[in-house]
């Protein structure tokens, strides 16, 4: 074995699955359990390597994850953040396709929470701070990084209103494989104009325009104005409040957010776009829905954009009213596959079905509707309405909205079908490393927060038997969490309560640690024996299985478990509604 380190943390150098491969082969049964000295996770090492680290360490197991200073500043809530909220940015930037070039400012208002005079502002280079004001006066900056430091010369009082303008400008970091990297995306449409997007969750929002880069705090409320050559449009989130036309060519676009908003969420679209839209008669009224798509795609828009009010209509009976009624619902046209832009989803599947034409769930139902459509629709709910404070509990957006496509299917298509879409999605479940990422840092933790959270969502409604039920617990989050930033511990809580099932050792199970529970059965004429195995303490889910097609509940735990039966035990399967796998022993 190489270096053996905590296998909680990401990038570990050694997976369970690799330790369970070496102690089969090795016949090595001397694991110990120790908790990593970081991340405050238990990880399994063998023998050798505890007592190589207890003789190099004293006792101490160390994290294989290296983070850096840069990291801490961006994913902590630094003293130079915690004393100021949020109330307001206006950004007003403009942006010159033909030089990549984009600057202007963001005007920043703030309650003092406690009084201090270091205030931490986040802009990544090649963009550099020209100057930041306070009523007027040029503040002093000092930078580490991309974190800049301000020196305030007024005195803050506690819960005073104050406001700091940040003028910046440059070349941003060009995303090349958006929206998976971040940055800009400066592309060209099919007719040679500019096609121009922003896109980036987890780089941060820094990577183009100066905020406190940090999920746990929003505005109240934004504006955006953007000034783009005058053939080309802007689309931001938001409303459009007025498109004000200069002497030199260039025209100003200024939307408004009425409501709060991440920083990711932020975004700016460049093109030659034009527009339709309709409105759609919702829960909380009737909502504005806008579409801006490139000049010659509209009419192939027209007619696939349907799928966007049938997604408000199954995703709100599922989850309560769109979160933004006053801000109306855009999909926007964007040179990427799509991004849960608030309000002004990106998109970018081709005007295809399924993801780019592929269902993801390979059970035919993924081919009913546009991946993009529904999934970064379904981001309005889980992402923009409850956002994750730090990106290690990214699977509060992507778990949920991956289980919303399974909710969509199923209002449209049935239970079966909507059950079908989501187990379908588990051939894409890795189970190397756990869903939860590390905290702190900016670290998000495993891609199966997207299937194996929505397939532990599905599991869990299984448990429960009772789907009005869990429909009322979706609504009730998006009601109770309403426009906030959220731990996964508050989520967790608040479905062990509302469920009445303490689900701890559950989330521990399938958040914390990679492995699927794993039953194990034994079956002697008439007697059915079963019990978990690679399971967390105290996970003790029931679970269904099917006997000769007959359908049992059954309890495992650690220890053997029996299940009497009048007959003789001929085949026994796990219902696939569980994401557990099953074993018979002979
Ligand atoms: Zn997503």
Sequence with gaps: MRKNLCALCVKPFVSFREIEMFIMRLDIVYLLKKQCYFCNKESYMNKQTVLLFLFLFNGITLCSQTFTKQDTLRGSITPERIWWDLTFYHLD???????????????????????????????????????????????????????????????????????????????????????????????????????VGSSCQGLGASVWWPNKDHMYDEVDSMAISVRVPKELVNVSNGRLKKVEEHDN?????????????????????????????????????ILDMDYWVLRYNLDIAKEHFKDAPRTIEALEHWFGPYPFYEDSYKLVEAPYLGMEHQSSVTYGNEYKKGYLGNDLSASGWGLKFDFIIVHETGHEWFANNITYKDIADMWIHEGFTAYSESLFVEYFYGTQAGAEYVVGTGHIIQNEKPIIGIYDVNQRGSGDMYYKGANMLHTLRQLLEDDEKWRAILRGLNTDFRH?????????????????????????????????????????????????????????????????????????????????????????????NFLVEGFLLR
């Design 93 to 195: 930037i403009e942006v010159k396709p033909d030089e990549k070039w984009l600057g202007g400012k963001n005007t920043i208002r703030y309650t003092v929470l406690e009084p201090h005079n270091t205030l931490q502002i986040d802009l990544q280079a090649p963009l550099q701070i020209e100057k930041v004001t306070q009523d007027g006066k040029a503040l002093q900056v000092s930078s580490e990084g991309n974190a800049h430091f301000i020196t305030l010369m007024k005195n803050q009082q506690k819960g005073a209103s104050e406001e700091i303008t940040v003028h910046y400008s440059g070349t941003p970091k060009e995303a090349k494989n958006a929206p998976w990297d971040g940055g800009i995306s400066w592309k060209k449409d099919k007719n040679g104009k500019h096609f």
């Design 484 to 576: 906030q930033t959220v731990t996964t511990k508050q989520i967790e809580d608040y479905l062990s309560q509302k469920t009445g099932i303490d689900l701890t050792a559950f989330f521990n199970q399938y958040l914390r640690d990679q492995h699927i529970p794993m039953v194990e059965f034994k079956a002697e004429e008439n007697q059915l024996s079963f019990r978990y195995t690679r399971t967390v303490e105290d996970f003790d889910m029931p679970v269904k299985i099917l006997v000769n097609e007959e359908v049992h509940w059954i309890f495992p735990k650690k220890d053997w478990s029996e299940l009497r039966l009048t007959y003789p035990v001929e085949n026994i399967s796990i219902d696939a």
């Design 249 to 285: 060519q260039t025209k100003t676009w200024h939307w408004y957010v009425q409501n709060p908003i991440n920083n990711y969420g932020v975004n700016i679209n460049i093109a030659d776009y034009v527009h339709f839209g309709e409105t759609y008669d919702g829960e909380a009224g």
